[in-house]
């Protein structure tokens, strides 16, 4: 995940929920070394709470990525049919991060150590679709989500940016691997692929920022592996008795 963006998305929410009282909980780790834990819930039928978290530690001093962050959501979800779930949520959340590296000037022989802080909240809306094959063992699916940035703080080397807010545009695709039968029923693991970018820039925009602020809505890919618990499966559901 090359940029130098001060925000880091959390991955979308793909519940493989069809019915109240069911719960996943997910561990996903991306590629930079980052880590997100998330746990969803229907308390009722077609309503979804959930709420995540992420967090990286980077203890070098001149190049360096870390952040705290947490978002809450609720929703529904449909089950048009046996192959097909679609859910949609809408949240919000909060975060703190930072940012350094070392940026050479081509000009010359020396360069700059830039250092970004910042601490921002979103709202957001998603939506995703998974479709099971009737084998069972694998689902394929989609989701998409809008967050709309709005910093508290952002700052350059110490001088504040003018930037209050941008919106970001999420799409991801994902495979989810493990089926509703064998001893780890209650166990799955999902691969995803996405990217996070703002809509209508591009990084030859004009702006009256500065550069490194421009370089705050540069756009990102970001690549997960997730394991999934699925506790309500923990215990075997007992056997439906025919109807004499």
């Known amino acids: 995940m090359a940029s130098c963006s001060v925000y880091a998305p959390i991955l979308p929410s793909t519940p493989q929920i069809r019915d109240k009282g069911q719960l996943e909980v997910q561990g996903s780790t991306f590629l930079n070394g980052r880590w997100e834990g998330s746990a969803t819930y229907s308390p009722l039928r077609h309503v979804l709470v959930r709420a995540a978290g992420d967090w990286k530690n980077d203890s070098q001093d001149t190049s360096f990525f870390r952040i705290r962050q947490f978002e809450v959501a609720a929703g529904s979800y449909w089950v048009p049919s046996e192959q097909w779930l679609i859910s949609g949520l809408a949240g919000y959340g909060r975060a703190r991060s930072a940012r350094g590296y070392y940026e050479p000037h081509f000009f010359s022989s020396s360069g700059e150590l830039v250092d970004l802080q910042s601490r921002y909240h979103k709202v957001f809306g998603e939506v995703a679709a998974t479709y099971r094959p009737e084998s069972g063992w694998i689902a394929l699916g989609a989701a998409y989500r809008l967050s709309r940035v709005n910093f508290e703080y952002l700052t350059y080397n110490g001088a504040p940016s003018t930037l209050r807010h941008m919106l970001r545009s999420e799409p991801m695709l994902f495979v989810r691997f493990g089926g509703p039968d064998g001893p780890l029923h209650w166990l799955q693991v999902q691969t995803?692929?996405?990217?996070?970018?703002?809509?209508?820039?591009?990084?030859?925009?004009?702006?009256?920022?500065?550069?490194?602020?421009?370089?705050?809505?540069?756009?990102?890919?970001?690549?997960?592996?997730?394991?999934?618990?699925?506790?309500?499966?923990?215990?075997?559901?007992?056997?439906?008795?025919?109807?004499?």
């Open 192 to 244: 995803s692929w996405g990217i996070t970018s703002v809509p209508g820039y591009s990084a030859s925009s004009v702006t009256p920022e500065p550069y490194e602020y421009g370089r705050v809505k540069e756009s990102r890919t970001f690549i997960a592996i997730s394991l999934i618990l699925l506790p309500h499966l923990f215990k075997p559901q007992p056997p439906i008795m025919p109807v004499p």
